[in-house]
């Protein structure tokens, strides 16, 4: 079985900062591609940034470049998203998912096959 858990999440002030974690267990983390995603009430699930299986190639969306950075510690089986410079829109269910074939590229595809459960982040003055 393949497991998901993500961590983190919660309210903070525009222009705070958050590290969510994604934790992986019943399976070899460094074998997949992960990708995280947010979805905003009554707006459609998307793609922030994507990490390549070693690390070694990362991607976002434009709505976050420059303000988030994805990494990755197979050692530990786990993938992290710091998120700096936090806006409003930033506000949503953040998930993390895991794919063995879908490329890093954004826009993400929401194929990946394994999901997270999501954490919450909510950007409010």
């Known amino acids: 079985q393949l497991q998901l858990v993500e961590s983190g999440g919660g309210l903070v002030q525009p222009g705070g900062s958050l590290r969510l974690s994604c934790a992986a267990s019943?399976?070899?983390?460094?074998?997949?591609?992960i990708g995280w995603f947010r979805q905003a009430p009554g707006k459609e699930r998307e793609g922030v940034s994507c990490i390549s299986r070693s690390g070694g190639s990362t991607n976002y969306a434009d709505s976050v470049k420059d303000r988030f950075t994805i990494s990755r510690d197979n050692a530990r089986n786990a993938v992290y998203l710091q998120m700096n410079s936090l806006k409003p829109e930033d506000t949503g269910i953040y998930y993390c998912?895991?794919?063995?074939?879908?490329?890093?590229?954004?826009?993400?595809?929401?194929?990946?096959?394994?999901w997270g459960q999501g954490t919450q982040v909510s950007v409010s003055s």
């Open positions: 019943g399976f070899r983390l460094d074998y997949y591609f």
């Open positions: 998912a895991a794919a063995l074939h879908t490329p890093c590229v954004l826009p993400l595809s929401t194929t990946y096959p394994y």
